[in-house]
Nanobody, 117 residues
Framework: QVYLVESGGGSVQAGGSLRLSCAAS????????WSWFRQAPGKEREFVAA???????RYADSVKGRFTMSRDHAKNMAYLQMNSLQPEDTAVYYC???????????WGQGTQVTVSS
């Protein structure tokens, strides 16, 4: 069975930093794209960042220059370094991985990030 477990969320003041981690287990993820999404109260879940299977990185405009995604293939881990956090970054952050042919995908349970002004 596949598991994605996020960690590293918490509460910080505006301008602070957090590093989220996503640990995956249960299969090989070498042909999977990894992503981070977030969902704020009362809003739709939105894309934050993605690390493509071939090494490409993509970011939402709202986090470019502040967030950095990385992944460790050997450890089946993905990370999201979040700097210069703002109150509008407050949300539950979800780790997601999807096979490159889009036949299979998995979600983590989410981790809460709260940024106070």
């Amino acid at each position: 069975q596949v598991y994605l477990v996020e960690s590293g969320g918490g509460s910080v003041q505006a301008g602070g930093s957090l590093r989220l981690s996503c640990a995956a287990s249960g299969r090989s993820f070498s042909s999977y794209t990894w992503s981070w999404f977030r969902q704020a109260p009362g809003k739709e879940r939105e894309f934050v960042a993605a690390a493509d299977w071939n090494g490409g990185m993509r970011y939402a405009d709202s986090v470019k220059g502040r967030f950095t995604m990385s992944r460790d293939h050997a450890k089946n881990m993905a990370y999201l370094q979040m700097n210069s956090l703002q109150p509008e970054d407050t949300a539950v952050y979800y780790c997601h991985t999807e096979r490159i042919d889009s036949t299979t995908d998995y979600w983590g349970q989410g981790t809460q990030v709260t940024v106070s002004s």
